[in-house]
């Protein structure tokens, strides 16, 4: 059975402050790791990540992929309000299945 | 508009009875899913399909069956045998079958069992 792991489960810190969340994966004919924000229903896509060690970034976020130790970060420089939500990352297979982790919750402060 | 319409939002319902939530899309996507949440938890597969007339199980299929008898719909039934059925369902699609990448997801539907 696939399966994906997310840590911390939660975490809280203060508008300004850094935030790493890590992503592990046990998945049968890997194909793509997927990262997504949810705030209130349906989560929005952040990034796709298919290569090894090709960090992809959008303002404030980036992600990476190792493919070696099967696992990826999400990384969140200069936190705000608006960043709180739950993060979700899920490992996609080659025939079109995907599995959920189970999501890191992150609270920012002001 | 483009995209995946849910219906019902919400849905309140007996103890013992089917009800089926609907998923619509309009993105000329071949990929549907169906996942269930849980307060504050990850999304979990319930059945996905890749084309027509053809679907998967996922990793919670017990007690739920579905159907693709055409490319934009991908109904969810959601029968007595699922012992705990209070969750939020979303159902998502992916333009290509086979191609694991960005899914698109609908607004979910809650589910409350009285």
């Known amino acids: 059975e696939d399966k994906v792991v997310q840590s911390p489960l939660s975490l809280v810190v203060h508008e300004g402050d850094t935030v790493t969340l890590n992503c592990s994966y046990e998945?049968?004919?890997?194909?793509?790791l997927l990262w997504y924000k949810q705030e209130k229903k349906a989560p929005t896509f952040l990034f796709m990540l298919?290569?090894?060690?090709i960090e992809k970034k959008s303002g404030r976020l980036s992600s990476i992929l190792d493919k070696k130790e099967l696992s990826s970060i999400l990384n969140i420089t200069a936190t705000q309000t608006g960043d709180s939500a739950i993060y979700l990352c899920?490992?996609?297979?080659?025939?079109?299945?995907?599995?959920f982790g189970q999501g890191t919750i992150l609270t920012v402060h002001p | 508009d483009g995209g995946i319409t849910q219906s019902p939002k919400y849905l309140f319902r007996k103890e013992g009875q089917n009800v089926t939530l609907s998923c619509e899309q309009n993105?000329?996507?071949?990929?549907m899913y169906w996942y269930r949440q849980d307060p504050g938890q990850g999304l979990r597969l319930i059945y996905y399909s890749q084309i027509v007339n053809d679907f998967q199980k996922g990793d919670i299929a017990e007690g739920y069956s579905v159907s693709r008898e055409k490319k934009e719909s991908f109904p969810l039934t959601v029968t007595s045998a699922q012992k705990n059925p209070t969750a939020f369902y979303l159902c998502a699609t992916s333009w290509r079958a086979g191609n694991t990448g960005e899914l698109f997801f609908g607004e979910g539907s809650r589910l409350t069992v009285l």
């Open positions: 998945v049968t004919n890997f194909r793509s």
């Open positions: 993105l000329n996507h071949d990929a």
């Open positions: 298919t290569s090894s060690g």
């Open positions: 899920a490992g996609g297979t080659s025939y079109g299945k995907l599995t």
